[in-house]
């Protein structure tokens, strides 16, 4: 992979996974209400998530659910449905005692699932396969599985440092959030963003 592909990709990640959406404003939440360490635990399922879901479009599954108008519906509906649920859920918790498993169930395998349902997430390791994949620079790529080894790595690196970045602010902010009414309504604005997001989904 050349200089030129690696600053873009590293460009294009960078913009993707420090920008705001389901994942980072999950992980933010769980390490506002539940600690750090429990946020942990997300914050690593979902690059290992990504990297499954890239795997999977590499194998050409992402074609079909992406072209396939039954399959990408269901994808955006389950995903949409699942954000809503969690923002319901969310948006109840005002106590830091009252947040468990029943008010944010967020665990690893939940986190991991959570990527193949996020149609966005889709759309990009449709767009990584097709861009630094089986294409290099403009022509069919000779190496195309080294070429999507240096794609996970890259995006490991990112999805756990973005997921990371958040759960600390998050983390950070718990003392904070403690007193008075602050946490519910931190708590409903992270709620309005999984909205927002599930809504803007819907439109992909």
Same mark, same amino acid.
């Given at each position: 992979?050349?200089?030129?592909? &690696? ?26 209400? &539940?600690?750090? +360490?429990?946020?942990? +635990? ?5 690059? %290992?998530?990504?990297? /499954? ?8 599954? $992402?074609?079909?659910?992406?072209? *396939? ?10 995903? *949409? ?10 948006? +109840? ?18 986190? *991991? $699932? &959570? ?76 709620? /309005?963003?999984?909205? *927002? ?5 819907? %439109? &992909?």
């Amino acid at each position: 992979m050349s200089a030129a592909e &690696l600053t873009a990709l590293l460009l294009l990640c960078t913009a993707m996974s420090f920008s705001p959406g389901p994942n980072t404003t999950l992980s933010t939440a769980l390490a506002a209400n &539940l600690g750090l +360490r429990r946020a942990l +635990r997300f914050c690593l399922a979902v690059p %290992t998530g990504w990297t /499954l879901l890239m795997l999977a479009c590499g194998l050409g599954l $992402g074609v079909i659910i992406t072209t *396939v108008p039954a399959l990408r519906w269901g994808v955006t509906l389950t995903g *949409v449905a699942y954000m809503l649920w969690l923002a319901f859920k969310l948006s +109840r918790a005002g106590q830091l005692v009252q947040v468990d498993a029943s008010r944010l169930q967020v665990g690893f395998w939940q986190g *991991v $699932g &959570l990527q193949f349902v996020n149609i966005k997430a889709w759309m990009l390791a449709l767009t990584l396969s097709a861009g630094w994949v089986v294409n290099a620079a403009g022509q069919p790529a000779t190496n195309p599985g080294e070429r999507l080894a240096i794609v996970c790595m890259v995006m490991v690196g990112f999805a756990f440092s973005s997921n990371f970045v958040y759960a600390l602010v998050g983390s950070l902010l718990r003392q904070w959030l403690a007193r008075g009414a602050r946490l519910l309504w931190f708590n409903r604005a992270l709620a /309005l963003v999984l909205v *927002v997001t599930a809504s803007w989904m819907v %439109t &992909l």
